[in-house]
Every structure is written in structure tokens, then in C-alpha cells.
């Protein structure tokens, strides 16, 4: 059986609830791995221990992890957020960067510290920044279909589908609606199709004469509009059918 773990970083759970979105696929899913580590749903790899009247509760991230879901981003000035996804990579084969602020910081890439409790906390960054991770899947939070496929690619061993989500891994850690304009439409490669502007979460991008205007000071820096662009990987592919 694969087993799968859910690391929550610093994220908000709407990974997560949008996994559970599924219903009855995620009866599916859950058919056919073993949730080994899950701290929303299960506790039963937490130690407690009771010395001199403290109680010390250990969150023991489980070893021989196939498929880790990290959701959330790494906050630099938090040892326990370094110490987790430090153990995450060495304890796991694929490690999956699940949503915007694990791929790419999402809205914790405007987090500047100086809030109680806990006033330094104030660097917070992608886990790619931390780690080797091997799939990054965009959104905020990601479909859910986006998960489920994902998952039930990474347990068939789907390369060809999981490609994408490779190459994001490796060079979407920046992601912002700069994407597009960089990756797409400076490259005279935009077919005015609106993609972009329909995946955005936020509405951060609106259609002006058939070409997207990106309107930077609401972007959240999800990705979604470059991974969701029909035509941002157009040059590989027509390399690869060459
Ligand atoms: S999704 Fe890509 S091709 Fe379509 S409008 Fe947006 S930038 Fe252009
Ligand atoms: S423009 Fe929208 S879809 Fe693109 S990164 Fe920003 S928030 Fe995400």
C-alpha cells in the first residue's frame, strides 16, 4: 500500500479541505493508500509525554513516506517549520508542493513579521526554497480535481502527466501574473484565450482588446494563470513533437 502523509507548513488548510472536496473520490483515494500522517485528520503519530507536570507533544513525522503532500510554506524564523520539512525530504520518495504558498509562497510572500505573538516570524518561503521537491502543484487552494488527478498520477506512475508539475516544481518558485506576461505574451506566443484571466482566484487579470492586462497590486502570486496557460509550455511541446 502507498503511503501518503499531509505536512501542514505554513498554509490554511484550504489544501486540504479542497482535497476533501472530493467525496466519494477521496473514498477512492483513501481505498487505495494508507493516510500514514495527517494532523487535521489523525493523531495517532503524536507522542505525548508527561515530565516534571509539563506535557511535551511530538509531532513525529512517520518514515518511508512514498507520496508526502506539503501544504503551506517554510517559515525561516520558526526552527519547528525547518526542522518539519527537513525531516518531510529525508523521510519521503515524491515530496508534492500542494498549492500556492508550498510552491511558491502564495500570500505569505507579503508576510513582513511584526504581529503578536510572534513579532520576528517574518520570512516565509516556498518549500522548493528549503528542499528538492518533486511536483508543485499551483492554486489557491488547487482545484480539486487538479489534486485528485495528481495523486492518482503520481500513484500510477504517470510521467507524462506529471511532467508539467516537474518543471514547476523546478522553476515556479516565483510565481506571480508576471508569468504570463514574461513567459507568454512578450513571447508573441498569447492567443488571447482567456484562460488566464477565468483561473485566476482573485480577478487579478481582465481581457483588454483580446490580450490579458495584469493587475500586479491584487495578484496573490498563486501560478495558476502560468500553469493554467495553454500556450506557457507551447514551445517545448512543439520541440518535443519535432
Ligand atoms: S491563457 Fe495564455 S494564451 Fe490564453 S490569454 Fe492568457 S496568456 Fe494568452
Ligand atoms: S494573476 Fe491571478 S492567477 Fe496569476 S499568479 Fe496572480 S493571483 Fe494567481
Not at 57 to 85: F, M, Q, T, Y
Not at 137 to 155: D, F, K, Q, R, Y
Not at 165 to 174: C, P, T, V
Not at 201 to 222: H, L, R, S, W, Y
Request: charged share 20%; hydrophobic share 40%.
Amino acid at each position: 500500500m502507498v503511503r501518503v502523509a499531509h505536512i501542514h507548513m505554513s498554509g490554511c488548510t484550504g489544501c486540504l479541505i479542497s482535497l476533501a472536496d472530493t467525496y466519494e473520490k477521496l473514498l477512492d483515494i483513501l481505498g487505495a493508500v494508507e493516510l500514514v500522517y495527517a494532523l487535521t485528520l489523525s493523531d495517532e503519530k503524536t507522542e505525548i509525554t508527561e515530565t516534571n507536570d509539563k506535557i511535551l507533544i511530538e509531532r513525529k513525522i512517520p518514515e518511508n513516506i512514498d507520496i508526502a503532500l506539503v501544504e503551506g510554506s517554510v517559515c525561516l524564523d520558526d526552527h519547528h517549520s525547518l526542522d518539519d520539512i527537513l525531516t518531510t525530504r529525508k523521510n519521503s520518495k515524491i515530496v508534492v508542493a500542494l498549492g500556492a504558498c508550498a510552491a511558491s509562497g502564495g500570500v505569505t510572500r507579503f508576510a513582513r513579521g511584526g504581529q503578536m505573538s510572534q513579532p520576528s516570524h517574518s520570512a516565509f518561503v516556498p518549500i522548493g526554497d528549503v528542499i528538492k521537491v518533486d511536483l508543485a502543484l499551483p492554486g489557491c487552494p488547487p482545484s480539486t480535481e487538479s489534486i485528485v488527478n495528481l495523486i492518482m498520477a503520481a500513484l500510477n506512475g504517470d510521467m507524462e502527466y506529471l511532467e508539467p508539475f516537474a518543471e514547476i516544481a523546478k522553476y515556479g518558485k516565483d510565481a506571480c501574473g508576471c508569468d504570463v506576461i514574461k513567459g507568454v505574451i512578450d513571447m508573441s506566443l498569447c492567443m488571447g484565450c482567456g484562460t488566464c484571466a477565468s483561473a485566476c482566484q482573485v480577478k487579478a487579470i481582465d481581457m483588454i482588446d483580446g490580450k490579458p492586462n495584469i493587475m500586479t497590486e491584487f495578484c496573490i502570486k498563486c501560478g495558476v494563470c502560468g500553469a493554467q496557460c495553454p500556450r506557457i509550455r507551447f514551445p517545448k511541446v512543439v520541440q518535443k513533437i519535432e
